[in-house]
């Protein structure tokens, strides 16, 4: 009896203690500041007063978004500058959809955009930007159809980190880090169709120390794009396509360009991309560089363009002056990459006449054309290769 009693005293006690830590954890449910998940009622406001109380708090705070499908059919913008926690986690149990009338966002250039957070995750959820009616407008070669919004944007943030969270349909790129320190993405998923233009899976650009895993893309342009000032750079276990490969450009789009430094993509698998693992800048003056990049592990299924730098990036010929490209690419090795090309020349090295590449390094690259011979093709580039190295290298 004793014992019973006792035992009953300890339950109710932890009961106690469970709740009073439950309350001292700030967690901010969007349902009691009116979001509701039925994805038709406007919850902006919900969302954005959520936010307000979990940056006001001044401990480690949860807004939980539970099952549902919530209707943000307008641009927010959660800003960072005067939070007092550095510790927010975003736990997305729902969808989040836009507006399938594209006019809505069409002219905003993000959906959801954090700027100058510290300290944020984002854990689970799906973002649906119902980008199909944009792209059959951007299709169909309509004139008036809006650039559309890319649909998570982190800038000038630093501690991010996105786990499990997948992007539906975005209007423009799905995910950008731009301006950031310290960002760790795992999990992400990517959907989009194969001819929907400029859906980048994720882009990232003037950041440092960005690590991106365990990460499937299907879309219509580049599974990731690595744009200007982009340091110490991550990307392993990655799957990508439908899509144009993982490419670090383009660069050289402007005069006064940031170098893209300390790049490594290990264990990704293509399968049917446009491109492989590609660097491409415009033919155009800069002061950009590419400097220090490892491709380790790579699997080539049915790949357009396996290898491939190509610094004569010209899309439709508009806007190239006859110049060479000023950025000077160097120390880029391939190593263990293997699988099929679906086209001969498997290998495309096509580098600027005034800044040749340098360091260029094949190690273990074995790639096939159907049962035809496979080809590479070198202009100004400067390496070695070791290993196995087929198509033959013209390094
Ligand atoms: C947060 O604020 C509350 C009341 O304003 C205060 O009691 C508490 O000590 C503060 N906690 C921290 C971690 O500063
Ligand atoms: C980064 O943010 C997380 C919360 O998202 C926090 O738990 C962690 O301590 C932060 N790390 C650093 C180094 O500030
Ligand atoms: C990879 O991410 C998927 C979700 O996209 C998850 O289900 C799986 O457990 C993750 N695997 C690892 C090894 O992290
Ligand atoms: C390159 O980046 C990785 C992180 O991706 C980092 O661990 C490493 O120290 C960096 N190397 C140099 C030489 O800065
Ligand atoms: C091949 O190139 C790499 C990187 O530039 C260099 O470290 C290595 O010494 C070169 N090997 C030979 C045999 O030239
Ligand atoms: C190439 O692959 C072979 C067999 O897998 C391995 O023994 C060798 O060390 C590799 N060479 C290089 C340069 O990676």
Redesign the pocket.
């Known amino acids: 009896m004793v014992n019973v009693t006792n035992c009953l005293y300890r339950v109710v006690v932890l009961m106690i203690l469970q709740s009073l830590v439950v309350e001292s954890a700030f967690i901010y449910n969007v349902l009691s500041f009116g979001a509701k998940p039925n994805g038709a009622t406007d919850s902006t406001q919900a969302f954005v007063d959520a936010w307000s109380a979990a940056c006001a708090s001044n401990d480690s705070t949860t807004i939980s978004v539970p099952k549902g499908r919530y209707l943000l059919p307008s641009a927010i913008k959660f800003r960072g500058d005067k939070c007092k926690t550095l510790d927010i986690t975003f736990q997305i149990d729902g969808t989040l959809i836009a507006s399938s009338d594209y006019r809505i966002l069409g002219q905003a250039n993000n959906w959801l955009s954090f700027e100058r957070v510290t300290g944020v995750s984002i854990v689970g959820g799906t973002l649906d930007a119902k980008g199909t009616a944009l792209w059959a407008c951007k299709l169909a070669a309509s004139t008036g159809c809006p650039n559309g919004a890319t649909s998570l944007r982190f800038t000038n943030s630093k501690n991010i980190s996105i786990n499990g969270l997948t992007s539906l349909n975005s209007q423009m790129f799905h995910i950008v880090v731009n301006g950031c320190q310290d960002v760790y993405i795992r999990g992400v998923k990517v959907n989009a169709a194969g001819n929907s233009p400029n859906t980048d899976g994720i882009h990232v650009q003037l950041s440092r120390n960005v690590a991106i895993f365990n990460t499937s893309i299907k879309t219509g342009d580049d599974c990731v794009s690595i744009g200007p000032g982009m340091k110490d750079l991550w990307v392993e276990q990655i799957s990508c396509g439908p899509g144009h490969g993982i490419s670090i450009g383009s660069l050289a789009k402007d005069l006064e360009e940031e170098g893209v430094q300390n790049v490594t993509v290990r264990n990704a698998i293509f399968k049917g991309t446009q491109n492989g693992l590609r660097i491409k800048s415009w033919p155009r003056p800069s002061s950009g560089f590419v400097q220090g990049v490892q491709f380790i592990d790579a699997v080539m299924l049915n790949v357009q363009n396996p290898i491939v730098i190509d610094q004569k990036y010209c899309p439709r010929n508009i806007n190239c002056p006859a110049q060479a490209s000023g950025v000077k690419i160097s120390d880029v090795l391939y190593?263990?990459i293997q699988g099929t090309s679906g086209r001969a020349v498997a290998i495309k090295f096509d580098c600027s006449a005034t800044n040749p590449c340098s360091g260029i390094r094949l190690?273990?690259v074995s790639l096939t054309y159907r049962n035809q011979v496979v080809q590479s093709h070198c202009t100004n580039v400067n390496g070695n290769t070791?290993?196995?190295v087929q198509p033959n290298s013209c390094v």
Do not use: L, P, T, V
């Open positions: 190593r263990n190690e273990n070791s290993g196995i």
